[in-house]
């Protein structure tokens, strides 16, 4: 009750400093060549009040305060603490708390962290951060509250969805939304650094340190979501090409993308316009994501509550938004980097203008793919779905220039190159060639599409490889980078390729053979937990080998709210995973078994550590 | 007559348009080949031919209707004016259940046959597919 008052009026009064943060920055603006004192400490006011807030939101959670709808909807007394806690951001009120959070803590950090760049230039940020976060503050406060009352007080709540009950997804949204909502800082800047014109090789330097705190966790963040879908959803895969997938993919397209960019300016002072349209396009993205997601126009197997008039508001929001950005990019950004514009075509700048060419064409397939669908509903009401097929046959052709791009690209000097003393690079497109052909040729697989596809990439992971050892290398984390890059199109391809699976309906005490597996499924216990019943089936299978292994996936029946689950059995190698899930079809005795062999699942994970990992190291870097 | 600047400068534009009509015609051709269409019982009743492609059926999953043996699902999907009977061999979703909402994704061997290649699991015991709800006529 009381949290719930102390919640809703830290809200308002955010919401009120945010207004007067702008009165103090227009102050501030014309008259000073210093930071006025007040901003900061109104800034740090407004974090204070959002985590006051989200503080009595979690409380709320803790201490099971059924009169707050929001905990009504989303929790019960018989649910472990930290999925209690958890609960706060796994429902649409408490995870755009969180958007704002972030929101505030980002500019925070930002003008205290920001040395050696124009004063105006930081208010300026602060003055468009602000025009997002009053724009979500009254949002939040509009249509969704997290604080709404709800009477009579019920004595129990309706709970948490049980798939949601899980420690990869718990913490995948506060990761995912540092990076989303991380982006919003470099809209905010870049549309500052914009107006004032100080665009500059410093400024570079600067502002990817930004980007790369955003990319680090929004590739971390959708490493999560795999994770999760991987095991909880039962399916043996990694990734659907689902709509809500999607969305959290092409903001990260983009983000690879200015990361790129924001090198050659960094070296060169080119590409501005880039960068430029890049960061809004990032940010714009990744409110489209939370606009998709939470409006319920998206058809997708992962659905969640959703209401039109919430996605109604940030759709308004969001054209302001654009439209604004788009304003300041016509009538301030003149291209002043007339002067050296002419490159030679074999050069480090020309390398990622193509990479560019090539993610936005990535990412508009993945833009199409996604939007057509409701696109199509809403001009002509037939119904469609984008499958994968749709994505593969698109992308994969293309990300064999791409994978080869990325091997010579980073080999190529600034401005003008040659590639006279780079013999070994063709010495090792030979043995990539032969050894992709030698692997498949061994498995009796013999589609061209895939030997050519395993050949560039195992020629970047060979090129990289190489680079580890031979130079010392200025450029490492580009390296580890590019090197995980390799690895990880390397195990999805493995993966896919070498996958086996059987799927087959048994009773209690029935045999599956074939000629390469058995399946014995010996018995069936139950168990009752405090929020769960669950069936224990109990299989041992073996293979050609005589290995025998002995698995007990599980079905769970979650008391509140009901609903079944299937609790997937893993068992992880380094080479491979052996992944069974069962499923019981009402009123038979049939157990729906789907048993599966996915190699290198492991690598997949590792291989986007790594890639996050280099981001780390270059973050650490310093400027050379 | 024209510098050399400016016809470099036609030169990539015109590769620029070429790209892109390009991207324009493949992604466009390959949507075309790879949607998959919605359809209610209701409306594969009434079609005329017998369409080879993928499609996706939605309805109810009629009560009593499951049977099932070591490889195959049967079961029928209806909308409650007409029905069509579905097999299915693979894994089927935590959520399917008779009475309840279900959306197949395979290939129509005739007007009262459809021979599913996946079922579509749902999070949410209350969700209903957007299709299927328009399909059963309450919105």
């Known amino acids: 009750m009381i949290y719930s008052l102390v919640g809703y009026y830290s809200l308002i009064l955010g919401l009120i400093i945010g207004l007067s943060l702008f009165y103090f920055s227009y102050k501030n603006f014309n008259n000073s060549n210093v930071l006025d004192t007040k901003i900061l400490s109104f800034t740090f006011l407004q ?36 999925y209690k806690i958890s609960g706060t951001w796994g429902n649409h009120e408490g995870s755009l708390l969180l958007w704002l959070l972030v929101l505030t803590l980002f500019i925070f950090i930002f003008l205290v962290r920001t040395k050696n760049q124009p004063v105006k230039y930081k208010i300026l940020t602060l003055v468009f951060q602000q025009i997002i976060i009053v724009g979500f503050f009254l949002f939040l406060i509009k249509t969704s509250n997290p604080f709404n009352y709800i009477f009579p007080i019920p004595t129990e709540g309706l709970g948490l969805n049980p798939i949601l009950q899980d420690p990869a997804l718990a913490i995948h ?12 800082i470099i809209f905010s800047s870049v ?34 979501g795999s994770i999760w879908a991987y095991y909880e959803l039962g399916w043996g895969g990694f990734w659907f090409w689902d709509p809500v997938e999607n969305v959290s993919l092409m903001p990260w397209l983009a983000l690879t993308t200015l990361l790129h960019c924001i090198l050659v300016l960094e070296k060169k002072s080119i590409l501005t316009s880039w960068v430029i349209i890049l960061s809004i396009a990032v940010f714009t993205l990744s409110m489209c994501g939370t606009f998709l997601v939470r409006s319920g126009i998206l058809n997708s197997v992962h659905t969640f509550a959703n209401d039109p008039e919430r996605g109604l508001f940030i759709l308004v929001f969001l054209f302001i938004l654009i439209f604004l950005s788009i304003l300041i990019f016509f009538f301030f950004h003149k291209d002043n980097d007339r002067k050296s514009y002419s490159f030679f075509w074999l050069s480090k700048e020309t390398s990622i203008l193509i990479n560019n060419w090539f993610m936005m064409y990535f990412l508009s397939v993945v833009l199409i793919g996604t939007v057509y669908p409701i696109f199509l509903d809403v001009i002509s ?63 009796n697989q013999n589609i061209l599409i895939n030997t050519i596809l395993i ?27 590019h090197f995980g890059f390799s690895l990880l199109i390397l195990s999805i391809l ?35 937990e405090k929020n769960y019943n669950a069936i224990i089936a109990n299989f041992s299978i073996s293979n050609l080998n005589g290995e025998e292994d002995r698995f007990s996936p599980e079905l769970r029946i979650y008391n509140q709210p009901v609903i079944a689950t299937s609790e997937a059995d893993i068992k992880t190698t380094l080479m491979s995973d052996k992944f069974i899930v069962i499923n019981l079809v009402q009123n038979q005795d049939f157990f729906n078994v789907r ?30 | 007559m024209y510098g050399r600047k400016v016809k470099l400068r036609f030169l990539f534009i015109i590769i620029i348009l070429i790209t892109l009509i390009l991207t324009t015609f493949l992604i466009l051709k390959s949507l075309e080949e790879n949607v998959v269409y919605f359809q209610s019982p209701s409306e594969i009743k009434s079609l005329t031919e017998i369409d080879k492609s993928k499609i996706r059926v939605g309805g109810m999953v009629k009560k009593n209707s499951i049977s099932i043996n070591s490889n195959e699902v049967n079961f029928i999907i209806t909308d409650f004016k007409n029905e069509i009977n579905v097999t299915y061999s ?21 007007r009262n046959f459809f021979s599913a290649t996946k079922i579509l699991a749902k999070h949410d015991e209350n969700y209903m597919p957007p299709e299927v709800k328009e399909a059963l006529g309450e919105k």
């Open chain 1, 494 to 528: 493995f993966n896919n390729i070498f996958a086996s699976e059987i799927i087959t309906n048994l009773k209690v005490g029935e045999t599956f053979e074939n000629s390469k597996t058995k399946i014995v499924f010996e018995s069936v216990d139950q168990k009752k």
């Open chain 1, 173 to 184: 949204p506060p990761i995912l939304y540092l990076g989303y909502v991380g982006s919003s």
């Open chain 1, 47 to 82: 974090l204070f009040f959002v985590v006051i807030s989200f503080l009595c939101l979690i409380f709320s959670f803790v201490i099971s305060d059924f009169s707050n709808v929001t905990v009504f909807n989303n929790s019960h007394t018989t649910k472990p603490l930290f």
């Open chain 1, 381 to 443: 009401s037939q119904k469609i779905s984008v499958g994968p097929p749709f994505y593969h046959k698109l992308i994969i052709p293309f990300l064999i220039p791409f994978l080869l791009m990325m091997a010579i690209g980073p080999k190529l000097k600034w401005i003008k190159s040659q590639l006279e003393d780079k013999i070994y690079l063709i010495f090792f497109l030979i043995i990539s060639i032969l050894l992709a052909f030698l692997v498949l040729k061994n498995f």
């Open chain 1, 191 to 224: 549309l500052a650094a914009t107006s004032l014109k100080i665009i500059s090789t410093s400024w570079a330097s600067h502002i990817k340190k930004w980007i790369l705190i955003s990319w680090i966790f929004l590739t971390l963040g959708i490493l999560l």
């Open chain 2, 90 to 110: 693979g894994a089927v979703p935590n959520l399917f259940a008779e009475e309840k909402g279900v959306v197949a994704e395979g290939f129509l061997k005739d």
């Open chain 1, 595 to 624: 048993y599966q062999v996915k190699p290198f699942m492991l690598w997949i994970w590792l291989s986007v550590i790594l890639i996050s990992f280099a981001g780390i190291v270059s973050f650490l870097q310093k400027r050379s």
């Open chain 1, 455 to 481: 050949s560039s990439a195992l020629y970047l992971f060979f090129i990289t490889l190489r680079d580890f050892f031979v130079k010392k290398y200025k450029n490492i984390s580009q390296n580890i980078a």
